[in-house]
C-alpha cells in the first residue's frame, strides 16, 4: 500500500499509513518499506519526512546493515537538501560501507586525516577536520 501511495498523486496517504503502522504494537518496518518511504521524500522533495524517516532507520539499526537503504538515503540528501556538515558524516560512512563494507570509526577518520597531511593535501585534511 505503501509502496502505491508513493507512486500516486497524494504522497501523504504514505506518510499516515507509515504513522498508523508504527502506532500499532507488533507491527515493524523492513526494508522494502523504508525504501518506498525514501523513494517518496526524494519524489517530491518532503526533506522533513525523509530527516524523520532517517532517524527511525538509525533507531532500528539499518543504517549500517543494508546497502541499499544506505545508498537511497544518500540520494535522497543529495536530491533534496544542501548536505551540512550534520549530513556530511552520514554521507562519508554510507559511502564507505556501501563501497568498502565497512564503517569508519574515530580511528580510520584520523589515519586518513593523518595520511591526506603525509602526501601533502593540506586542503582535504583541513575539510575532514
Known amino acids: 500500500m505503501i ?18 503502522m508504527q502506532d500499532n504494537d507488533g507491527i515493524h518496518a523492513n526494508a522494502q518499506l523504508y525504501l518506498a518511504l525514501i523513494k517518496a521524500c526524494t519524489k517530491w522533495k518532503y526533506v522533513e519526512k525523509g530527516h524523520e524517516i532517517y532517524g ?11 546497502v541499499y537503504v544506505s545508498s ?15 549530513h556530511e558524516k552520514f554521507l562519508t560512512s554510507a559511502t ?7 564503517v569508519p570509526t574515530p580511528e ?19 575539510s575532514k577536520l
Open 72 to 86: 537511497a538515503l544518500v540520494t535522497m540528501f543529495v536530491k533534496c537538501v544542501d548536505v551540512s556538515s550534520k
Open 108 to 126: 580510520d577518520y584520523a589515519c586518513m586525516i593523518d595520511l591526506l597531511g603525509h602526501a601533502g593535501h593540506i586542503e582535504k585534511r583541513q
Open 3 to 20: 509502496g502505491y501511495a508513493k507512486h500516486s498523486d497524494d504522497p501523504h496517504r504514505a506518510f499516515l499509513l507509515y504513522k498508523k
Open 96 to 102: 564507505f560501507s556501501i563501497n568498502y563494507g565497512f
Open 56 to 66: 527511525d532507520i538509525s533507531r532500528c539499526g539499518m543504517l549500517d546493515s543494508n
